[in-house]
């Protein structure tokens, strides 16, 4: 086989996320992983000839469904500002989204281009999925269905893996797979404590990124995506400070720390038959909602591991936390 054909029939990772899709791919063995995303997010404009010969022009991939102009992916963003229209996004909290009528033709394209054509038969690809919250009825089923549809449509062998589970696979190869793995992302935080790659706790909780922007952007006055731009940029969770809109990230961020460790806590108590673990275990915390500086302190705070149902080793923020869904997706597949 040349390099060409090695590469296209070995496994990926992909992680469909609220607002980013990731492939991780292995180019050799050995290395790391590459990363390649793409926002999940379109606008559509009346379709007009000289907007298209415009995007033409700029070499933007945009498509025409039902009689307007579509562009999706990072290119969305740029040219939102450029035609003065909103982003949408075809998922919410963690699942395609269903007031979206155009979330699948979206999807589908967003997907097409980070993956291409599966050009060996049966070529593997294991998916990222929410777990369910514990008081939701979500319809996880249709999601699932659908993006393994859109992959077998493709000519891949596609297999969903749980995002909690994925973090476990690419954080805890030195703990045999056993810990907890959390992927705090944009729409859910993921949840699932594994012990030696075998799921025995796997929930998700509605409230992560798009919570903190939105309650944020209401008690403030201003747009969510300026307080997501604000809370990108130079955001620390450390409470209180004199600065309005710092506040009001602080406060919501509060919110999803604590009701993600109380949450935690009361599962692991109320679940019987808890497997024997002779060894503490890990906590790998990721996602983009992981990364700004005190989230791990705030958050390990919260938790009271030295007062916890189980034992816990070490808490830590992955090493790269928007792509470890994706990593770990991709160290499943390979197993
Ligand atoms: N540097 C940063 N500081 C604070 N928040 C960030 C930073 N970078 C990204 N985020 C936030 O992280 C979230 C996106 O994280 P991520 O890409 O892990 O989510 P996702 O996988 O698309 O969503 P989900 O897993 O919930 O479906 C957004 O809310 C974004 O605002
Ligand atoms: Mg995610």
Redesign the pocket.
Known sequence: MSNVEQESSLPLGL????????VARNMDKGRPPQYESQL?AFITMPYSKLAESLLEREGVFHEVFGGELVVTGNDAQRFAEVFHVETRRP?L??LLNPQEPHSLPVMRSIISRLVGKATVAGRKVFF?I?APCPDGDQAIAYHEASIHQILKQLGFDAQPIH?GLAVVFGEMSGSNYTGIGI????????VCLAVLSVPVINFAIPK???F??AQAALVTGELATRM?VL???N?VVNGLSGDRVQNALSVYYDDVIQTLANTLRSTISSTQRLPKLDQSVPIVL???????KGFLERFTAALQPEDFPIKISEIRVAAD??NS?ARGALMAALC
């Open positions: 992680d469909v996320g609220t607002s980013r899709i990731v999940n998922m909290r963690g990222s929410p995002e992927s705090c992302g944009s729409g859910l935080c993921n992560a990124g798009d903190i922007d997501r809370k990108e940029l955001f990721s996602g983009g909602t992981a990364i700004p936390p928007l869904t």
